[in-house]
C-alpha cells in the first residue's frame, strides 16, 4: 500500500502536491504526522488499491439513487466501484454506485 501511495504522488499530474507533501516532511512539527497521514488517506481516496468489488445480490431489493435508479435481484451481480464512490459527494452507503455485470 505504501508503494501505491508514493507512485500517486510521483505521477506528473501531482507535482503541485508531491513538493507540499516534502515541505510537510520536512518541517518537523507537532502536526507533522497527521498532515502526512491525511495526504496518504487522499492518494487512496482518489486512486484506491482495489478499484471495486463484486458482489452477489442475497435477495431483491431496490436502490435508490440520485442520477438512477437500480432493481437488484436475488442472483444479480454488482460492481461496487470504489473508485467511483470516493470521488461522489452525495455517495452514501445505501446509494453507493452499482452496476449490473
Known amino acids: 500500500m505504501l508503494v501505491h501511495i508514493v507512485n500517486f504522488y510521483l505521477e506528473d ?15 518537523n512539527t507537532p502536526t507533522t ?7 496518504a488517506r487522499e492518494a487512496l481516496r ?4 482495489t478499484v471495486g468489488i463484486t458482489r ?15 432493481d ?3 442472483g444479480d451481480k ?6 467511483k464512490a ?3 459527494e452525495v455517495c452514501t452507503s ?3 454506485i452499482a452496476f449490473l455485470i
Open 13 to 27: 499530474e501531482n507535482h503541485a502536491y508531491r513538493r507540499r507533501l516534502i515541505e510537510v516532511a520536512l518541517s
Open 33 to 39: 504526522f497527521e498532515i502526512l497521514a491525511l495526504y
Open 46 to 49: 482518489l486512486d484506491p488499491v
Open 56 to 70: 452477489e445480490v442475497g435477495s431483491s431489493l431496490f436502490v435508490p439513487g440520485v442520477s438512477k435508479q437500480v
Open 72 to 74: 437488484l435481484h436475488a
Open 78 to 83: 454488482v460492481f461496487l466501484s470504489l473508485k
Open 86 to 88: 470516493n470521488l461522489d
Open 94 to 96: 445505501i446509494s453507493i
